[in-house]
């Protein structure tokens, strides 16, 4: 294992060139793996909404805001790929009534629940498929808010096994490659893995359309389509996520192309599997600016350890939208940071610069990140003119783009876009809350303990109240998880987290004696992104408004000065006591919320 020194003092070529081609060769190869494992599984797929105004053409997987109670018939065809097996998925949301296959009634699975939208019913169709056209006909109904249908079939087994394999053998080195060269120590790629397994896991019984909510209807998908048919934003007034920065959509926009000519069943997936692969980065990043700060291997190890085990970051992991990326350049922008003013090496405040001009480019609210950034660039003047120089270049060209970007939005629909606000009440009537002091100040701690996850548009789990919802969605999302497991898991992770905003009070004044500028980057940083998300539910009152995923790097350096504590050799006994139970059942609750419903636990 290499050493930060040697790590950040190789030639610039090291830095450059070399792990550029690798990062490439990796991630390509990866891309075909899976490829493979999904190529030709259905092809020529078509589908019709049946309803009163006749037949309505559909994409499948299909999702629409139908709150009525009127059953939904689907009707479809397709023709099946060379690797297709003989089981067909089926997802209706929220309870599939029937299901017909080239004219036949399919049986449900014995012991198989019709209304469960998160994983589906699989059906054995072996002796129903056959060769050229097949056609589906289907019923389902929905008790509650948007629909949704999707219908696919399995590859066959062995095949996307055995590419499966390879492509882990493959992500697995390009994490112990990339964490070497941010000089991480074996544990911590370990945890990096850990936390793979974790997300892999989520994935594999939800399908990409469940949590992400925003996707359609003129969402994050609307957007990306039109970015990959038109290579420039759209009208920022004609869509609900039209008015964000347009560099994720570019980098998606390019990955579905490029799946568009591989196969057409994945195509949405791959969306989901460039997720996975930048929500890694992030990781890497943020255990690399744990690992700058934090000396002791234990510190390290607990701050890395609370980071790879919490639910919500791992849920958000496989989500289509630009959180993740806005996340994983936020966290390297920190690393940068932190690492410049560990070694006042002129190239990181570089590299932060230009990773927070790129975050800016991703999402506005890299805009508290850029104020830190700023503040550094000032700071190191004196001590580094050219490199501050340099800095401020890329940031002012970063907030340039950004801000045409910004009056376009304004010019476009004559309003505010960068918080949105009429808008989104229009959207988002039934999440609307009161803006009084007791919705911002008041926590009901009761209320917390006992609700393992927060809703949006019911009042019994606290959404009106901004602690509740922001420490909820810290721990889950705005998500529920089916099963008990999941139920009792979060009820334990609310209890820790409780704890760990305790310690993250003693280990802030700690780490401000012995690392005191990196320290007051994290607390700016912290403060900074707090103060951003009240301002915006005040601007826009509603629960959705205090969710922790808009600030996530920012509350991830609370993991940083609660595990500066366990490198602590004069902390008093209670206080290691607390932080090595808390530690012990943050992992552990956060694993069994995410594996629990994989087994329908």
Known sequence: MISDREAFQRP????????ILVHTVLIVAMALLLAAAWRNQMQNVSAVLIGQEGLNPINLPHREPIRDSTPTKVKGSFRLGALASSTMRVIADDCLLSFELNG?????PVEANPCDPHIGLDFDVSGLLKDGENTFEARYFNRTGP??????????KWLTNTCYVLLAALFVGWIVYSGRLLALAAREITLIIFATILKLAYWSYTPFHIRTHDLFYTGHLDYIHHMANHWYPPDPDTGWEYHQMPLYYYVAALAYKISLLTWKAGSYEMLQAMSLLISTGFLLFMFAAAATILKDNVARFTACALMAALPSAIMDSVRVG????????????????????????????IFASLCTALAMLTKASALPLAAVVLLSIILSYKSARKAALYSAAILTTGSSFFLLRSADNFISSKRDLLLHPEYFMGVMHAVEVDNTPSNFLYFDLVTFLQTPFISVVSDITGRQFVPNVLLRTFISGEYFLPGAAAHWAGIALGAALLTVLILFVFGMRDLLKKNRVQALYMILFLILSLSALLTLRYRVPTSTAADARFIMPALFTIFIFVGGLAGKASMPIPIKSSLVFTVAVWVAAGSVMIIGPAFRL
């Not at 610039?12 to 792990?19: D, G, I, L, Q, V």
């Open 322 to 349: 630009n959180d993740i990326l806005l996340w994983m350049l936020s966290a390297a922008a920190l690393y940068y940071l932190v690492a410049y003013s560990e070694r006042n090496n002129a190239r990181h405040l």
């Open 104 to 108: 036949e009634i399919v049986s449900l």
């Open 12 to 19: 610039a070529s090291a830095f450059r060139t070399r792990p």
């Open 147 to 156: 629909t949704s249908f999707y219908v696919s079939i399995s590859p066959r």
